[in-house]
């Protein structure tokens, strides 16, 4: 086996392990406002529930060199809040739209052809597309990693306050995954969809 000390190999490299390793990442969609009304979208792979009481989910978004925030991380904690949409089959090729390098004063959603759509409790459009969608006001944003001066990410916190879910995707409360067809990110240009499932009984 292979013996490998991060501190030896550059920030790239250690990524390139990272976005292997870790694999099926969820892919949160992430919808924002600028201070000058304009709606942001883009696709975040590091992502994942931090608790259900009150419900929380984690969103971090690399900085661009040097140090600067990118739209999502910035609108999010001007305005307070964003909403997280879960990726799936069915619109998947515009969220790779939205990947885009754009001016803050453009909007990804225009771009990719996705369809703005009034959220319930923030004041952050959601997209109609998802399937389904989780309004969220920020609870911390955090920057870590990199150095004082020059952090290397914007850990999002938000506190979930608006859960939207079609309905064909609601069983008894829970979500039919096979339903959902979510995809997730792999490395490099690779994703992957739900696949095969199995049951292991967790121990008593």
């Given amino acids: 086996m292979r013996s490998i000390d991060p501190a030896s190999q550059s920030v790239q490299d250690n990524y390139k392990l990272l976005i292997g390793s870790i694999v099926p990442r969820p892919i ?9 009304g304009v709606l942001n979208a883009a696709p975040f792979s590091f992502f994942n529930i931090v608790t259900a009481n009150p419900p929380m989910v984690a969103v971090s978004v690399q900085r661009k060199p040097g ?25 998947i090729e515009a969220i790779n739209v939205t990947a885009a390098n754009l001016p803050p004063e453009e909007s990804e959603v225009e771009l990719s052809g996705l369809t703005a759509i009034a959220s319930e409790r923030v004041k952050v459009p959601g997209i109609a597309e998802a399937r389904i969608r989780m309004e969220c006001v920020l609870e911390q944003a955090l920057p870590l990693g990199g150095s004082d001066e020059t952090p290397a990410c914007d850990l999002l916190i938000g506190r979930v306050v608006h859960f939207h879910v079609a309905d064909e995707l609601y069983e ?33």
């Fill in 28 to 36: 949160a969609f992430v919808t924002t406002l600028s201070s000058e």
């Fill in 67 to 91: 140090g600067v925030q990118k739209d999502t991380a910035r609108n999010a904690v001007y305005a307070g809040e964003f909403v997280v949409h879960i990726s799936d089959e069915s619109y």
């Fill in 172 to 204: 008894n409360g829970r979500i039919n995954a096979e339903a959902l067809q979510p995809v997730s990110r792999l490395a490099g240009n690779d994703y992957a969809k739900l696949g095969q499932q199995f049951t292991i009984e967790r121990p008593i």
